[in-house]
């Protein structure tokens, strides 16, 4: 038999932003479609119209975009396929797998306070599961499913091991309600199996529902999908992940300016490990996922330790790439886009400015001196170190540059020999050209300054001091 095609999906419900731990189990489901040559879905659960918003599949969709998960096709829309759920409501209905409940809330109340008074389960056990459709009144009904009365259910999950689950602990839950409506057990399912899902990877909040579901798979004769529970996100406290622990929106994240590229990484390692591996690609990170590694305790968000992957996927980064990134970056926040010049300059920057740089406005301050216009604004450090005996040692400097070979050994050696000239070392020196050049600390090595400057700008702004 040839391997079937593995199908992964997301299902967010757009009900507010994006949460981190949504793309977190997106991630992991594209990782692991991906790395097998399979297909990643994205499903919007919108069935929910009291509380799904327009402005929260928004969210979903930029946040996926923003983080690089392509999904195939188009994103699928739950509620535009409420017929099709229904459609197999009956068609359980029909075979006798589920039945037409007449039950008003009140009987349903007074059920749950009988059986509360003996001290018995309060599960809901309806009376017309057995009835004589004969005896059906011309009434409003719910369908329900027929749950088993004994016996267990047992998922087999891939990362929580065999969950067994009895089944006097299952009710004979709600398919369609009484204005014909799915619900979302039904629709979760009929959906999965209708998109060809074959892995179902998701947050382990949803386990309990997992055997719910699968009376669905076992009534209409569908083959069950592979099912992933994982752990939640907690915060370093270990407490679940929220607003107070830091930010947990994707788009807040974007926000800050981490590289989409480190956030992946990063987003993989929460809860996840491949051996000792903490930087890696994503070729690396589709080869190598798999459910196995996935871990059934919660994994902890370390805001450092994104922070530190972060600065090593820019480190990293191709040039080109990181410029196309930070400018995307610049627009989201609704930044002046970057002139055709300054653009020229970070293009000639970048592989002094991805250099330890966590996010991309650190990034962005250290471009500063590429950013900023003549005359340069001083910050008061700069403008201390720029004392009268170095602006005199520099003015000795500025004369020599006219003819100087334009390349980092010969600008070090013109001016290590200025310095010596003066009595003071190279790095006496560093200071006040960086003041010169940068107005700021936070700046490239001087050299590389020069370098992206190129001549006649590095001479016009130390001219501009008086050297
Ligand atoms: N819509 C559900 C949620 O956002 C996910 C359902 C599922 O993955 O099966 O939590």
């Given amino acids: 038999m040839s391997e079937q095609q593995v199908v992964t999906r997301i299902a967010p419900s757009p009900t507010g932003y994006m949460h981190i731990g949504t793309a977190r189990t997106a991630l992991f489901n594209w990782l692991y479609a991906r790395g097998r040559g399979g297909k990643f879905l994205l499903r919007i659960e919108d069935t929910d119209r009291e509380r799904s918003t327009p402005e929260a599949t928004e969210a979903i969709l930029r946040g996926m975009e923003w983080l690089g998960l392509d999904y195939d096709g188009e994103a699928v829309s739950q509620f535009a396929r409420v017929d099709r759920h229904a459609e197999v409501a009956h068609a359980l209905l029909a075979a ?38 004969a005896s059906h009144p011309d009434a409003p009904y719910v369908v329900r499913i027929k749950a088993p009365l004994d016996g267990e259910t047992v998922i087999r999950d891939q990362v929580q091991g065999d969950v067994t689950i009895r089944n006097s ?43 719910r579901q699968m009376l669905i798979y076992a009534g209409m004769g569908w083959p069950l999908p592979v099912y992933a529970h994982i752990p939640l996100i907690f915060g370093p406290d270990g407490k679940k992940l929220s607003k107070r622990h830091g930010a947990t929106g994707v788009a807040e994240y974007q926000q800050m300016g981490y590289p989409a590229a480190g956030m992946r990484n990063y987003l993989a390692r929460l809860g996840w490990s491949h051996g000792d591996d903490e930087f890696f690609t994503d070729a690396q990170a ?6 196995p590694g996935i871990g059934r305790s919660p994994a902890r968000f370390d805001f450092k330790k994104l922070e530190n992957l972060c600065g090593q996927h820019i480190a990293a980064g191709d040039d080109a790439a990181l410029l196309h990134e930070l400018e995307a970056f610049i627009a989201a926040t609704g930044e002046n886009a970057l002139t055709g010049e300054q653009r020229d300059g970070m293009s000639r920057g970048m592989y002094c400015l991805k250099e330890r740089a966590k996010t991309f406005p650190e990034l962005l301050e250290k471009a500063h001196f590429i950013l900023t216009k003549r005359p340069i604004d001083r910050d008061e ?25 334009w390349d980092r050994e010969s ?19 560093a200071g006040p050209l960086r003041a010169a050049l940068a107005g700021r600390a936070v700046s490239p090595s001087v050299f590389d300054m020069m370098l992206v400057l190129g001549r006649d700008e590095t001479i016009a702004r130390l001219t501009d001091i008086g050297a």
């Avoid at 700069?382 to 040692?393: N, P, Q």
Wanted: aromatic share 6%; net charge negative; proline share 3%.
């Fill in 381 to 405: 450090k700069a403008d201390k170190a720029l004392d009268s005996v170095s602006r005199g040692i520099l003015s000795e400097l500025t004369p020599q540059l006219q003819n100087a070979s």
């Fill in 286 to 291: 589709m080869e190598w996922f798999d459910l």
């Fill in 96 to 133: 006798g797998k589920a039945y037409k409940c007449f039950a008003s809330q009140d009987e349903i109340q007074a059920f749950r306070e009988a059986a509360r008074a003996e001290g018995k389960s309060t599960l809901y056990r309806s009376p017309w599961r057995d009835a004589d459709p």
């Fill in 169 to 211: 602990e299952l009710d004979d839950m709600i398919l369609l309600r009484s204005d014909g409506t799915p619900t979302y057990m039904l629709a979760v399912v009929v959906d999965d199996h209708d998109m060809g899902v074959t892995h179902v990877i998701r947050g382990d909040d949803h386990l309990n529902n997992a055997a």
């Fill in 411 to 429: 600008l070090e050696g013109l001016v290590a020999a200025v310095a010596e000239a003066h009595d003071t070392k190279l790095g006496k020196l």
